[in-house]
């Protein structure tokens, strides 16, 4: 081989090799934001991790609580059922009831006697002169 075909062969080189020095840049720029988004990624699934664990203590609690507030509705329930005060306070309330009834509508008949009565007055007044 001749040196002008030697140096022919080095320039191409020299061409390839500065487009593989671009594409190597390229491809270093492009490792480093992988890097970059794999490191997100990391640190993504870590708190995904935690959050899941937070979540689960918080369904066992609410789970927990759920039952908890069952067995009191049911032992609400059967107080309620089982009290032997229940039935006096019924009656206390209807007794409370009637007497307000009652009182309402002796308050309306004195109301009613009282107008009744006014206006009777003002008839004879004006009757009588």
């Known amino acids: 081989m001749t040196d002008k075909e030697f140096q022919l062969i080095d320039k191409r080189f020299d061409g390839i090799v500065s487009l593989l020095n671009g594409v190597n840049t ?30 689960k203590k918080v369904s066992d609690k609410v789970d927990e609580l759920e039952v908890r507030t069952t067995l009191l509705e049911k ?10 005060v229940a039935p006096r306070v019924q009656v206390l309330e209807n007794e409370s009831l009637s007497n307000r009834t009652i009182k309402k509508f002796m308050a309306g008949m004195f109301a009613g006697g009282m107008a009744i009565g006014g206006l009777t007055v003002a008839v004879l007044k004006l009757i009588l002169g």
């Open 26 to 55: 390229r491809l270093d720029g492009i490792n480093g934001k992988v890097y970059s988004h794999e490191n997100q990624i990391q640190e993504a699934l870590g708190e995904r991790k935690v959050n899941r664990e937070n979540q």
């Open 75 to 84: 032992d609400t329930i059967s107080h309620i059922i089982k009290c032997p």
